[in-house]
C-alpha cells in the first residue's frame, strides 16, 4: 500500500535505476510445489524488484518470440500447452507408420550454465545496458535460472534456441515439437530415431545440460505420451497420472458438503483438460450426478463444433471452396478468416476473391500455423491484395505463406 500511495515517485525512482543502472536485485523467496512434481520456486516480492523484471519483461518479449522456432510451446502467449497438444494430435494422425523419440533434460532450469546462457543472449540481443540486466538477474540466482519468474520462461526457451535449430538442419526430422525441455522428434524408421538421439546426447552435453536416463524410442503406432496426454493416431486420452489425480479429487471432494458451484469450481481445471481429448465417458464416471453441471458447457461447445463443421463457412456454397495448393505464385484479396475444427483438427477457413473479380467469392482452409499467424497480425489490414508462396524451413520441409 506504501507504494500505491506514492506511486509517481517510485515511477521515476525505478526509471532512474534502469537508466543509470543503479537496481541491487534483493535475494530471491523460496517455496516448494508438489504438483505435478516436487520442485522449488523461487519469487520476488520486495519493490521494486518485481516491478523491474515486468517492466523489462513487457518490452523484450516482444522481441525474444520472433526468435523461437515455430514448434516450441511452452509459455509463449498465442501458443501453450493446448495449441501444443492440437499440433501433437495432427502429426500423430499424419505418420502413423513413423517413430518418434521423446527426451527430457535432467533439471533443466537448475542446470543451465550462467556463462553460456549470457553468450548465447548476446547473439539475439544487442543493446548493452539490456544485457547487463539479464546478467545480474541471472547472477542473482547461484546455480542455473529461478523457476517462478516471469523472465526466467524466455531465458529458458533462449537457451534451447540454437538446439532447435541444429535439430533441423543436422538431423532432419519429419516432425519436431519442444514444449521447454520435453523435445519430441518423428523420424521414417527405428534406425533413424536412434542414430539420432545418439547425436542429440552429444550435442546436449555441448550446451552443458544432461539427458535424463528416461528417453524413449518407439512407433507412433503404440502412443506418443507428452504435455498430459497419450496421444493415438484415432483418439487422444489423458495421460494416467492425471486420471488417476483427477479421481481422488473426485472422491475427496465427495466427502464435503460442496455447493455445486464451489464443486464446479474445484474440478474446472479438470474439465478443461478433459474437453481436449476423448474423454466424454471418464467425465461421467469420475463426476458422477454433477457431470450434468459442465453439460451446458459441453453443448455450447458440441453447437460451436457442429458450427464449424458445416460445409457452407462464410454462408458460401461447398463449390466455392478452393484447395490452397491451386493459388500458390497467385494473387488474391484476403476478405477475411475464422478459426475451424474439421473431425478434430483445428484448422482457418480463410474467405478471398481475386483481384480482377471481386464480386465472385472463394474461401480455402488451411492448417499452416505461419498463415495463421500472419493473418492475426495484419486482422486491422484486411482486405489486401497478397501472393501465396511455398518456402522452405531450414530442415527442407516446405510450407505455406503469403507475401
Known sequence: MRVLERREQCVEEIHDMLVNET??????????????????????????????????????????????????????????????????????????NAYYVLTDIKKYYGSIDHDLCKQKLRNYIKDTKCLRFLDALIDNHEQGIAIGLSLSSYLANLNLCQVDRWIYS???PLVYVRYMDDQLMMFENKEQAHIALAKLKEHIKEQRLELKNNAIVAPVSSGVI?????????????????????????????????????????????????????????????????????????????????????????GLPKDARVSITQLKDKDIVILEFMEVTLFNEQKLAVKFCY?????????????????????????????????????????????????
Open 23 to 96: 537496481y541491487q536485485f534483493h535475494p530471491l523467496m523460496h517455496m516448494v510445489a508438489y504438483e505435478p512434481k516436487e520442485r522449488i520456486i523461487d519469487y520476488m516480492i520486495t519493490y521494486p524488484d518485481k516491478i523491474l523484471i515486468t517492466c523489462v519483461h513487457n518490452v523484450l518479449k516482444t522481441e525474444l518470440i520472433p526468435k523461437f522456432v515455430e514448434n516450441t510451446y511452452s509459455s509463449i502467449k498465442g501458443r501453450g500447452l493446448h495449441k501444443c497438444c492440437a499440433k501433437i494430435q495432427k502429426e500423430v494422425r499424419r505418420h502413423p
Open 170 to 172: 543436422e538431423l532432419h
Open 355 to 403: 483481384p480482377d473479380s471481386d464480386e465472385e467469392i472463394h474461401m480455402f482452409l488451411t492448417r499452416s500455423d505461419t498463415i495463421r499467424e500472419k493473418l492475426i497480425a495484419d486482422r486491422e489490414y484486411l482486405p489486401c491484395v497478397v501472393t501465396i508462396r511455398e518456402k522452405r524451413t531450414a530442415g527442407g520441409k516446405t510450407y505455406l505463406s503469403y507475401e
Open 226 to 314: 507428452m504435455v498430459g496426454y497419450q496421444f493415438h493416431t484415432k483418439y487422444t486420452l489423458l495421460r494416467k497420472n492425471i486420471r488417476e489425480r483427477m479421481k481422488a479429487k473426485a472422491r475427496k471432494l465427495k466427502k464435503l458438503n460442496l455447493t455445486d458451484d464451489e464443486w464446479k469450481q474445484q474440478m474446472a481445471s479438470y474439465y478443461g483438460w478433459c474437453i481436449h481429448a476423448n474423454c466424454r465417458h471418464l467425465m461421467r464416471k469420475t463426476f458422477g450426478e454433477r457431470y450434468k453441471l459442465f453439460e451446458k458447457n459441453i453443448m455450447q461447445y458440441e453447437r460451436l463444433r457442429a458450427k464449424k463443421e458445416q460445409n457452407n463457412f462464410f
